[in-house]
């Protein structure tokens, strides 16, 4: 299986209701980044949380990060419909210095209006 | 601040011609990573360049693949002799520091390529 593992693969919600996504890794990072794909489109940076970080917020978003168990969540509280898109998580690989990231097979997410 | 600019958005390409990818960064940055997305996929890195340089090649198929990132002018990713397989979307990133961004990475749009 593949760095960056991310879990569900499909997520359907109604506005309003909170979305949360898992992220598994297999090797050591400096930092694991989450990113939003509308449907046809490029990848926005949504947040970046460094190895020595547990928690971050940025307005409706979350991320944990537990480096013990390779993982991470991102929870989207409040949805929108707006928030429909696909969900990557990406990380470095320990390497930092290569801009070399490794994405997830994302999780693709719709919130119902 | 135009972002990251690829062009063009869709190209469609007979079988065994070639296919030329092209990345402008945004302002200030000097560093710029291709990546391939297969439908339903996420993103695999290609190739890191800076400025006349390849840093990290190890993502690019070995034959019919190659980029540059000239002095002047944008960067280019070519495709020689392509096949359906090839089909794919093409995203170009872009950085202004070595090390691992405060704020990611910012991506174009990407290029959408479909071998007929």
């Known amino acids: 299986s593949q760095q960056g593992e991310e879990d569900p693969q499909a997520l359907s919600i109604q506005e309003g209701e909170n979305a949360t996504m898992n992220c598994s890794y297999k090797?050591?990072?400096?930092?694991l980044q989450w990113y939003r794909q509308n449907s046809g489109r490029g990848l926005v940076h949504l947040i970046l949380?460094?190895?020595?970080?547990r928690e971050k917020h940025s307005g409706r978003l979350r991320v944990t990060l537990d480096t013990s168990k390779k993982s991470s969540s991102l929870l989207i509280t409040a949805s929108r419909a707006a928030d429909t898109a696909s969900y990557f998580c990406?990380?470095?690989?320990?390497?930092?210095?290569?801009?070399?990231?490794?994405f997830g097979q994302g999780t693709t997410l719709q919130v119902k209006p | 601040n135009a972002g990251v600019m690829q062009n063009p958005r869709h190209l469609v390409r007979r079988r065994g011609q070639e296919a030329r990818l092209r990345c402008s960064p945004m302002?200030?940055?000097?560093?710029v990573y291709w990546y391939r997305q297969l439908p339903e996929e996420g993103l695999k890195f290609m190739v890191y360049?800076?400025?006349?340089?390849?840093?990290?090649e190890s993502g690019m198929p070995k034959e019919r693949f190659s980029a540059e990132f000239p002095k002047e002018g944008p960067s280019i990713l070519r495709i020689q002799q392509v096949v359906r397989g090839d089909s794919a979307a093409y995203f170009c990133?872009?950085?202004?520091?070595?090390?691992?961004?405060?704020?990611?990475?910012?991506f174009g749009s990407g290029t959408r390529l479909t071998v007929v």
């Open positions: 302002k200030g940055h000097s560093h």
């Open positions: 090797t050591s990072i400096n930092n």
């Open positions: 990406a990380t470095d690989g320990g390497s930092g210095n290569t801009g070399k990231l490794i």
């Open positions: 949380i460094r190895s020595n970080e």
């Open positions: 990133a872009s950085s202004p520091l070595i090390s691992s961004p405060r704020d990611g990475y910012t």
């Open positions: 360049l800076q400025k006349e340089n390849i840093i990290d």
